[in-house]
């Protein structure tokens, strides 16, 4: 009979927080998402309307500048809730495009690699996979849309001669509650979405789709059946009527289409519990199906 | 007891309405454990179960008292899984895939550098570790992911066709890594076609197929409960003919074929207590000189083909 010496020591040290392990996930997805060169030229593409804005805002506050282009004054170049407002829904609608092309990088090469049996043979949850994929996404939106737009309020704040800053805090509550709403909702829906489309392009398109389908078919059933709530399924219109009054600028829609801030935040919502259903069902170790 | 075994009690999963595995119960020792079948026999799920990755339909599985449901963080520590799938996070060097994987355990960064360093010694990956994975052979990446398996000491590890792939080179290595994990009373489940190897290597075989367990044991021990199936037994002496002639003379002794270099003979028998009795006398006799006796079919190739069949159906 043999002898054998049983001196094998499993690790007995301690483990680290839970998220501490989500963020190396993050850290995966985001050089994931940053590896390609079209994501670092829409991201260069989605900072050229800030630093127009920018130059704006300089002019804006800038006496020798605002005499050279005309002495329009003021009301020539009004930096207010308006002008901030157009740069949110600008950045927001460039944060579709950024979105549109991370997400899937995010979650479309594991599902095809079979990377989940290796990733969730870790003390990591199907929780903490999607909640990683999440950050990095949400972080990569953020660079387009709150951080800049804060950044502008900021030298705003700066540049402008009187007590800008202050007397206008609502505008910034506004960006910020607007640029997270949009930037979590389109994390959501793009890693949903992603997760069920094998092919990135595709998933790509899909996530466009998403948001611009349901319009047209929310003008229609609006149309058809003379009702302001077919706009719910209209994402653009939801979300132009949502940062008007985050930002406190008076809307310029039809009185007819006016929708409840309550309905809009409801839509939203069951939408992200749609999306959250389809990663539930999705993102999995493995299914194995014999025939 | 039971906290060094991995137990599966009257487990069952299914995929919506298609089988994946029926009423499994199964107690494993520490060891090399081999699980056997045919291809979608259910040896994946047995090890995704295993493995906590699905939810067992029903029954009960515990490994080594530890269940994934109660507490995750224990249960992953004491588990190491390699996949047979070649997934690995896009441009990282076989260091940062483990140093990555240790941090997903939980490890400190310190701990995780340290057993990555290890665990690459351990696979003999060397300076390859260093490169870029997606430039690795088939070979490299068996490695990596056995180094990836193993890197945070796990008391369980499960390995899926961990010899697909490699060259007769490293599959010898990455045997003998096996089988020195498992003298060092490491649980190791694997998985695998390569019949000529498991023998090598198993304390026990579980077959399996069509989602149904066929046998599990020690190879020679389910050859012996195999009594349908008459046993091959090569005996080297330097009369084949007459021992043929003489074995054959009884009812038991249903087959002889004389070896094709002469100096030997296969026999059949049906009855394996009676058969070395006879056998005694004759060499007693002293009218054959016998000079080896050896069971020709107590392999796990002749298991599996008696048990299960070429067309993979259960016989």
Known sequence: ?291 | MSDDRILFENVSKFYGEVLGVNKISLTIPPGITTLVGPNGSGKTTLMNLMTGLVQPSSGQISVMGLSPSEDATEFFRNLGYCTQFDFFPRGLTGWQFLLDSLLLHGMSRNDAFRLSMEAIERVQLGDAAGRKIAGYSKGMRQKIRLAQAIAHHPRVLVLDEPLNGLDPMARAESIALFEELGRQGLHLLISSHILDEVDRISDRVVLITGGYLIAQGNIHQVRQEVRDKPMQVLIRCDHPELLASRMFAVNHCVEARVHSDGKGVFLRTGDVDQFYTMLNGIAAEGLVKIEAVAPADDDANAIYQYLIGSDGSAS
């Open chain 1, 1 to 291: 009979m043999s002898i054998y010496k049983q001196n094998y020591r499993a690790y007995t040290g301690k483990v680290t927080p839970i998220w501490t392990r989500v963020l190396v996930l993050a850290r995966y997805g985001y050089a994931e998402a940053w590896s390609s060169k079209i994501t670092v030229g829409i991201f260069v593409f989605s900072l050229l309307p800030c630093i127009l804005s920018l130059f704006g805002i300089y002019l804006a506050n800038n006496p020798l500048a605002r005499a050279l282009i005309g002495g329009q004054g003021p009301r020539g170049l009004a930096i207010d809730a308006r002008f901030f407002l157009n740069i949110l829904q600008i950045q927001s609608w460039l944060a579709l495009v950024l979105a549109s092309w991370i997400a899937p990088r995010l979650i479309t090469y594991d599902l095809a690699d079979n990377a989940m049996p290796i990733l969730l043979s870790h003390p990591i949850s199907r929780f903490g996979y999607v909640l990683g994929k999440f950050i990095a996404l949400f972080t990569a939106l953020s660079l387009v849309t709150w951080i800049p737009t804060l950044l502008l309020f900021f030298y705003e704040g700066y540049a402008s001669p009187q007590p800008w800053a202050s007397v206008n805090l609502s505008i910034a509550g506004g960006l910020l509650a607007g640029s997270l709403i949009w930037i979590a909702f389109l994390s959501i829906l793009g890693l949903a979405l992603s997760s069920w489309v094998k092919w990135r392009i595709v998933a790509t398109g899909i996530i466009f789709g998403a948001v611009f389908v349901p319009a047209g078919v929310g003008g229609i059933v609006s149309a058809v059946l003379r009702t302001k709530w077919g706009f719910l399924l209209n994402i653009p219109f939801m979300m132009s009527t949502l940062w008007e009054r985050l930002l406190g600028v008076p809307g310029l829609v039809h009185p007819n289409r006016d929708l409840p801030t309550v309905a809009i935040a409801a839509m939203l919502l069951l939408a992200c519990i749609i999306c959250l259903a389809m990663l539930n069902a999705r993102i999995r170790a493995r299914e194995v199906v014999r025939g």
